[in-house]
T-cell receptor
């Protein structure tokens, strides 16, 4: 089936640890995105990538890092520098050729719930 | 930065009722999308609607870009419509970045 997968579904982290959240898509989409959602809130953009080996900071990038070595994969690392990492993390992708026109519809993965113990 | 405001924040309906959700935005945008987030957190695309009107079954949406608002209509609501409805706008500049509103939480009672 085509779609976006995220793993793990639930993740527990001790303070001071780095953790990496996986996001994979087989939709052949150019662009991928990471969002954070806090309880009762909308989504806020952490990082986005419009092409392999290139990514841009979103609105709340501090304490996070990403890589885009393959078109299908956009992993997010939550570092120990992120002071309040407990949240729901959502990955998305869309057909988006950099610099050309608005993005197509964004499709979302099922999310990862990260809890810091 | 751009502001995206949704109203009402919460809505309780009896099954079978109709409702209108509103999304106001403060600046010009490239596109606007409506999403439904189910109780398990999954976001489902409802509409990609930078302007005009679209319909999909019991749902329809209208965006008036010149007046900077969009409306989502739900007719004959069902309990499965419960969840949070978000609108999100893409800023002009072709970055693909979406700015989300705070959402409308809908509860449909049987």
């Amino acid at each position: 089936d085509g779609g976006i997968t995220q793993s793990p579904k639930y993740l527990f982290r001790k303070e001071g640890q780095n953790v990496t959240l996986s996001c994979e898509q087989n939709l052949n989409h150019d662009a991928m995105y990471w969002y954070r959602q806090d309880p009762g809130q909308g989504l806020r953009l952490i990082y986005y990538s419009q092409i392999v080996n290139d990514f841009q900071k979103g609105d709340i990038a501090e304490g996070y890092s990403v890589s885009r070595e393959k078109k299908e994969s956009f992993p997010l690392t939550v570092t120990s520098a992120q002071k309040n990492p407990t949240a729901f993390y959502l990955c998305a992708s869309s057909i988006k050729v950099r610099g050309l026109g608005p993005a197509d519809t964004q499709y979302f993965g099922p999310g990862t719930r990260l809890t810091v113990l | 930065g751009i502001q995206v405001e949704q109203s009402p924040p919460d809505l309780i309906l009896q099954e079978g009722a109709n409702s209108t959700l509103r999304c106001n935005f403060s600046d010009s945008v490239n596109n606007l999308q409506w999403f439904h987030q189910n109780p398990w957190g999954q976001l489902i695309n409802l509409f990609y609607i930078p302007s005009g009107t679209k319909q999909n079954g019991r749902l329809s949406a209208t965006t008036v870009a010149t007046e900077r608002y969009s409306l989502l209509y739900i007719s004959s609501s069902q309990t499965t419509d419960s969840g949070v409805y978000f609108c999100a706008v893409e800023l002009a500049g072709n970055t693909g970045k979406l700015i989300f509103g705070q959402g409308t939480t809908l509860q449909v009672k049987p």
